[in-house]
């Protein structure tokens, strides 16, 4: 009596793609903090330049002194913004490439590029690339 024949191996287990919503969820309130650090540290910049009108070499009258801890109170919460905005929008960024997407083909060419960049109010570094 002849053996049945084999039994067909099990199909491969199937990807799951992971969803990039979060990564721009994060990248947007991201955003909103930087924008929010601008909108801060244009209020100081603006009060600042009102009581700069008071002040003769650096030095205030006791008037300016309310003036002055609010504007530095703007100050502080711009940078808070800025340093809180950029590591989210950077998480964001993070979270969304290295998100599981749909499955490519291992054909598909891979590089990746770092290079410096200067603008009029700074400069940094730009990654890019394909993956």
Not at 7 to 24: D, F, V
Not at 39 to 46: E, L, P, W
């Amino acid at each position: 009596m002849p053996s049945p024949p084999p039994a067909p191996p099990p199909p491969p287990p199937e990807k799951k793609h992971g969803s990039r919503a979060p990564g721009a969820l994060v990248l947007a309130l991201g955003g909103a903090g930087l924008g929010a650090g601008t909108i801060f540290g244009s209020i100081a910049s603006a009060k600042g330049a009102s009581v700069r009108t008071q002040c003769v070499a650096n030095v205030c009258p006791a008037s300016a002194g309310p003036d002055v801890s609010e504007i530095k109170n703007f100050v502080a919460a711009s940078y808070a913004a800025i340093i809180g905005g950029s590591v989210f929008a950077v998480t964001g960024l993070v979270l969304i490439i290295v998100a599981p997407g749909p499955p490519v083909s291992d054909d598909a060419p891979k590089s990746a590029r770092l290079g410096p960049w200067v603008g009029p109010g700074g400069g940094g570094l730009s990654l890019s690339g394909t993956f």
